[in-house]
């Protein structure tokens, strides 16, 4: 596949829940082991195309997420490569104890692909938001968490989960017309984080789509005033490189963590426990996630700057911290 600038913003104007569907669908005709399962959200996952190209890889086991999850353990026992879809919190909640036995504590490898999480949900609201899933799925042994930060990146996260033989958590966040980050070809390798600006002395953590917002954040910052800020995209919630991101911070005169989730158990929680684990200062560090509350309701793009987490209110914050370090 051609993955340029055109494809890039093709895919951001559909979404990434579209781009889903559609990737899988071209991954399906590669592999004969492969199995896509939904609890009653074929549509919503973007897999109506997958189902109509490839029906007999598609089961629907009705709106029963605990049901899905152990029945995609059951598959993944036999041979098929399943992924299993559904909205974050179902995926992540409703299904937890399912999680924990099949995928963590019995290690099937199955893709739990988690859809609209963060806020982009919008309207649908506090039941539909994805605000505390990282926590708990950080929280299970030896399960991948993948969050890709724009659709380009999503294709190369499914690409490599189909051969990834390890329970693995993908946290979509995102809609349709976000902004795109990637518009080339890149090396994808689980675990390990993408540079989208340089380092530098002072860097930004983040992870999912706002990692597009932080890009226009940093790249405004140094139109304006001439500082440099790296940015590091940690799509790998899960392992993290914690030599690697331990050597960044006490190198850096500043550190920001930039996600999508509350601020309990999500990238800025690992940071913190790497950061104690590590004995590493922590007066430089400064973040900015979701509240600690349920939240108001509206378009995604009106969520993201009510809570600071748009490329101008990013922008703002970094520069109050750099202008007083």
């Not at 896509?36 to 709106?63: C, E, M, Q, V």
């Not at 036999?78 to 399912?98: D, H, N």
């Amino acid at each position: 596949m051609n993955l340029d600038k055109k494809l890039s913003r093709t895919w951001a104007r559909i979404g990434p829940r579209a781009v889903y569907g559609s990737v899988m669908s071209q991954i399906a005709l590669q592999d004969e082991s492969l199995l896509l399962i939904s609890a009653d959200l074929g549509r919503s996952s973007g897999l109506a195309t997958f189902y109509r190209d490839h029906p007999d890889k598609f089961i629907n086991t009705g709106i029963a997420e605990q049901n899905m999850v152990g029945f995609a353990a059951g598959l993944s026992r036999v041979g098929y490569k399943v992924f299993a879809s559904t909205f974050a919190p179902f995926a992540s909640m409703r299904a937890s104890e399912q999680v924990r036995m099949n995928l963590g504590y019995m290690e099937e490898p199955v893709r739990l692909v988690a859809l609209g999480s963060g806020v982009s949900m919008a309207f649908l609201g506090n039941s539909h938001y994805g605000l505390e899933d990282l926590s708990i799925m950080r929280s299970i042994p030896g399960i991948t968490i993948i969050s890709p930060a724009d659709c380009i990146e999503l294709y190369k996260a499914l690409s490599v989960m189909v051969e990834h033989n390890a329970p693995t958590y993908l946290r979509i966040t995102g809609a349709p017309s976000a902004p795109t980050v990637y518009e080339s070809d890149y090396d994808f390798k689980i675990g390990t984080p993408n540079w989208i600006s340089p380092k530098s002395d002072i860097n930004v953590f983040a992870s999912g789509s706002v990692v597009a917002q932080c890009k226009k954040a940093v790249e405004e910052i140094e139109k304006k005033t001439g500082v440099a800020v790296g940015l590091l995209n940690i799509h790998t919630l899960k392992p993290l490189p914690e030599k690697f991101l331990a050597e960044i911070i006490a190198g850096s005169d500043l550190t920001f963590i930039v996600e999508e989730h509350t601020k309990t158990g999500g990238l800025r929680g690992a940071i913190a426990e790497l950061v104690v684990d590590q004995g590493l200062d922590s007066r430089s560090i400064f973040t900015r996630t979701l509240p600690d509350h349920y939240l108001e309701t509206g378009e995604y793009s009106y969520l993201l700057s009510l809570y600071g987490l748009d490329a101008l209110a990013l922008e703002s914050f970094f520069m109050e911290k750099i202008a007083n370090a």
